[in-house]
Nanobody
Framework: QVQLVESGGGLVHDGDSLRLSCVAS????????MAWFRQAPGKAREFVAG????????HYADSVKGRFTISKDNAKSTAYLQMNGLQPEDTAIYYC????WGIGHGRAEEYDYWGQGTQVTVSS
């Protein structure tokens, strides 16, 4: 059974950093593009960052460019989201997602598997 398990969320202060991890039980992790999405209370889910199968191509939402970095380690079947300079508006549940043979774009409907999410709360 496919599982994506996120971890690393928590309560931090404005300007702090967090690193989220997503461990995937996929048959061939290197065949999957990975992405992070987030959903704040009362708002629609939004794309945060995506990475291609090999890790050579990344995409970011404008709101996080220069602050967040997505990466993946195919040997560990794990994707990461390094978040620096966190702001209160980054408060949301963060979900990782996997897209078979994808390139890490921001269309949620392209993703085949989703994790349960991890809460990130940034206080001012």
């Amino acid at each position: 059974q496919v599982q994506l398990v996120e971890s690393g969320g928590g309560l931090v202060h404005d300007g702090d950093s967090l690193r989220l991890s997503c461990v995937a039980s996929l048959h061939s992790f290197s065949d999957y593009a990975m992405a992070w999405f987030r959903q704040a209370p009362g708002k629609a889910r939004e794309f945060v960052a995506g990475i291609s199968r090999s890790g050579g191509l990344t995409h970011y939402a404008d709101s996080v460019k220069g602050r967040f970095t997505i990466s993946k380690d195919n040997a560990k079947s794990t994707a990461y989201l390094q978040m620096n300079g966190l702001q209160p508006e980054d408060t949301a549940i963060y979900y990782c997602a996997a897209d078979y043979w994808g390139i890490g774009h921001g269309r949620a409907e392209e993703y085949d598997y989703w994790g349960q999410g991890t809460q990130v709360t940034v206080s001012s």
